[in-house]
Each structure stands twice: as structure tokens, then as C-alpha cells.
DNA sequence: CACTTGACCTGTCCGC
DNA sequence: TGCGGACAGGTCAAGT
């Protein structure tokens, strides 16, 4: 669910949203996967907010920073003056906006607040010095290249066609496994390596280092593509994803592969999607025409 | 090092 | 209807 697209549209909506508030106060409900201290961020002023792989990073005019992990289903809600359509609320925000779920409520200037509600309680978030980002945070630190060319990474953190060929020939591991290793490479999760090895046409279960140059080609290709339609679909609202404003994504409804189990494939019009378990998750793929 | 499994959580769904 | 169990997917720690 929460993979590169899903948080670059809360990242789209936050940067809309949040940029010009104050921090007023933070409100801590449940605070066991909440680090450093919240006093630092108070006061501060929104300046810009990123995203690294799957994390967010909240920039504030004071010095400090917030990284943002939402893992499977937290969310990021926010109300506000800036908020210009009607406030739409989809009902995946289980228990409204202060429920149980509520974990944290940042209150801001102007009457505006986010939201961090998180069901499963895995998502978590850090008060880190920005220009100790990359110091004080473990995933930050060892995150792999961006797949994506933006504007958060320099040239350097891309991930290119010939960074992304030597990881694929460095490992024996299977390629769905390595597509979805975040120190490999940034920002890509179970739904979205499906469906870039069924567009590649790839068996997800092939050993890394058994790609052709080709079906490497193809593969790269296939990954940037299934990442901007994620992203141009507003995210995939599978289990809990929402976006800041309150709404859900679309992807849900154009996936390729990802939870076709026994439908037959759109391509060959002969395979019938197969489900299987690889290194713990659920993969789909077609038998018939991904080889 | 390579690779897999379990833990972290809770809601949902399926079968009996 | 109720209950137990499997399952969901992101990441890290621990195990083989």
C-alpha cells in the first residue's frame, strides 16, 4: 500500500497544505513510536516537505526536521484555512478524525491540524536535526537510489539504467525479493513490484543475476512506468491509504498484476494469474506469458 | 554473506 | 451468530 507513489501524493498534498503553519503544539497520544522530543518542533515554521523512498520529511524553519515512516496503514490528515474544497472524509479513516486510531495531533497556526492516525501502530515519526537527517536515521542512511528522478535527491541518488543493471547482476536473489529491498533501491513495495514484472513480462521468482541485458532494459522501464501511473492515480487505496485532504487514490483499480489470483491475464488472454508466497508475501504473476 | 522467518499490531474475512 | 485462525504488507532483528 504506502510505497513511492502513495506517499509522494501525501507529499504533493502536504507541500500544498502545510508550507507557511506554525507548529503550535503537539499533541501525544500514543507515543511509543514517536522519538525525540517534541518541544523542538514547536514554534517552527513549515518550509518544505520531502520524501526519501517511502519516508517524508517535514522541514521547519528552527532547525529541526520530522521523518515520517506510515508503514502499512497510517495516515496524514489535515484541516485546515488551506484546505479549499469541501472537507471530504473517506470512511478507511476508521473512527473520524479523533478516534482511537489518533495517535498524534500537530497542532498548527490559524486554526489548522494534522492528523497522524496509524491502526496497526507501525508507522513512526522523529524529531531529528535537519542536518543531522541522514546521521541520526537509520533508513535514511542506508536507503538505495531513487527510481524516480525528483527534486529532494540530488543526481547522485538517482536510480539509473546502469546503477540498476550492476545491483540486478550483483545478487542471486529473486528479482521480485531485490525489486523490494529498500537499500537496494528506494520506494518500491509488494503492489508495484507485481505489476512492474508482469509489464516486463518477467518471472518474479528468477534469479536476479539470471536477467538478460534486455529483460533488464525492460524491466527499468517497466518500474518508472508503474511508479508515475501510481503516482498520476493518486496512490492505491488498498487497505487504509488516504490522502491529506481526506480522499482516496485510484490505483486500487488499475493494478496489472497485483491481486489477480485465478483472473485471466489482459495480455495473453491465456494465463490465468497465480498466487504465490515469495520471501513471506503474496505474489501474483501469469504463468503463461511472464517468463 | 545469502536467504528465510518472526515480531511488531489490529481489522477483516473465511470456514466450521 | 460466534470463534479461531489465516492474512494483509514495511522494516528490522534474529535464525538457519
Given at each position: 500500500?504506502?510505497?513511492?507513489?502513495?506517499?509522494?501524493?501525501?507529499?504533493?498534498?502536504?507541500?500544498?497544505?502545510?508550507?507557511?503553519?506554525?507548529?503550535?503544539?503537539?499533541?501525544?497520544?500514543?507515543s511509543k513510536k514517536f522519538e525525540g522530543n517534541s518541544k523542538n518542533i514547536i514554534g517552527g515554521k513549515v518550509t518544505e516537505v520531502k520524501r526519501f523512498g517511502k519516508a517524508l520529511v517535514i522541514d521547519l524553519d528552527?532547525?529541526?526536521?520530522?521523518?515520517?515512516?506510515?508503514?502499512?496503514?497510517?495516515?496524514?490528515?489535515?484541516?485546515?484555512?488551506?484546505?479549499?474544497?469541501?472537507?471530504?472524509?473517506?470512511?478507511?479513516?476508521?473512527?473520524?478524525?479523533?478516534?482511537?486510531?489518533?495517535?498524534?495531533?500537530?497542532?498548527?497556526?490559524?486554526?489548522?491540524?494534522?492528523?497522524?492516525?496509524?491502526?496497526?501502530?507501525?508507522?513512526?515519526?522523529?524529531?531529528?536535526?535537519?542536518?543531522?537527517?541522514?546521521?541520526?536515521?537509520?533508513?535514511?542512511?542506508?536507503?538505495?537510489?531513487?527510481?524516480?528522478?525528483?527534486?529532494?535527491?540530488?543526481?547522485?541518488?538517482?536510480?539509473?539504467?546502469?546503477?540498476?543493471?550492476?545491483?540486478?547482476?550483483?545478487?542471486?536473489?529473486?528479482?521480485?525479493?531485490?525489486?523490494?529491498?529498500?537499500?537496494?533501491?528506494?520506494?518500491?513495495?509488494?503492489?508495484?513490484?507485481?505489476?512492474?514484472?508482469?509489464?516486463?513480462?518477467?518471472?518474479?521468482?528468477?534469479?536476479?543475476?539470471?536477467?538478460?541485458?534486455?529483460?533488464?532494459?525492460?524491466?527499468?522501464?517497466?518500474?518508472?512506468?508503474?511508479?508515475?501511473?501510481?503516482?498520476?492515480?493518486?496512490?492505491?487505496?488498498?487497505?487504509?491509504?488516504?490522502?491529506?485532504d481526506g480522499s482516496e487514490g485510484e490505483y486500487q483499480n488499475h493494478t496489472l498484476a497485483y491481486d489477480k489470483e485465478g483472473e485471466i491475464c489482459t495480455r495473453c488472454n491465456k494465463g490465468k494469474f497465480k498466487k504465490?508466497?515469495?520471501?513471506?508475501?503474496?505474489?501474483?504473476?501469469?504463468?503463461?506469458?511472464?517468463?
Amino acid at each position: 500500500m504506502p510505497e513511492l507513489p502513495e506517499v509522494e501524493t501525501i507529499r504533493l498534498q502536504l507541500k500544498k497544505y502545510l508550507i507557511g503553519h506554525r507548529m503550535s503544539d503537539v499533541e501525544l497520544r500514543y507515543s511509543k513510536k514517536f522519538e525525540g522530543n517534541s518541544k523542538n518542533i514547536i514554534g517552527g515554521k513549515v518550509t518544505e516537505v520531502k520524501r526519501f523512498g517511502k519516508a517524508l520529511v517535514i522541514d521547519l524553519d528552527n532547525h529541526y526536521s520530522m521523518v515520517i515512516h506510515i508503514k502499512l496503514t497510517g495516515q496524514l490528515i489535515y484541516r485546515g484555512p488551506n484546505l479549499k474544497n469541501p472537507n471530504t472524509l473517506s470512511e478507511k479513516v476508521k473512527d473520524g478524525l479523533e478516534g482511537k486510531h489518533t495517535h498524534i495531533i500537530f497542532h498548527l497556526d490559524k486554526s489548522g491540524k494534522l492528523y497522524f492516525n496509524d491502526v496497526r501502530k507501525f508507522g513512526w515519526i522523529k524529531i531529528v536535526k535537519s542536518e543531522e537527517l541522514k546521521v541520526k536515521s537509520d533508513f535514511l542512511r542506508k536507503l538505495g537510489p531513487e527510481p524516480l528522478i525528483d527534486e529532494d535527491n540530488p543526481p547522485e541518488n538517482i536510480l539509473t539504467k546502469e546503477k540498476f543493471t550492476a545491483v540486478v547482476r550483483s545478487t542471486t536473489i529473486p528479482i521480485k525479493v531485490l525489486l523490494m529491498d529498500q537499500r537496494k533501491m528506494a520506494g518500491i513495495g509488494n503492489i508495484y513490484a507485481n505489476d512492474a514484472l508482469w509489464l516486463a513480462k518477467i518471472d518474479p521468482r528468477r534469479k536476479s543475476s539470471s536477467l538478460k541485458t534486455k529483460e533488464i532494459d525492460n524491466l527499468f522501464q517497466a518500474i518508472g512506468c508503474v511508479l508515475k501511473k501510481g503516482i498520476e492515480k493518486g496512490g492505491a487505496s488498498e487497505l487504509s491509504f488516504v490522502t491529506p485532504d481526506g480522499s482516496e487514490g485510484e490505483y486500487q483499480n488499475h493494478t496489472l498484476a497485483y491481486d489477480k489470483e485465478g483472473e485471466i491475464c489482459t495480455r495473453c488472454n491465456k494465463g490465468k494469474f497465480k498466487k504465490i508466497k515469495l520471501s513471506g508475501r503474496g505474489t501474483y504473476f501469469c504463468p503463461v506469458c511472464q517468463k
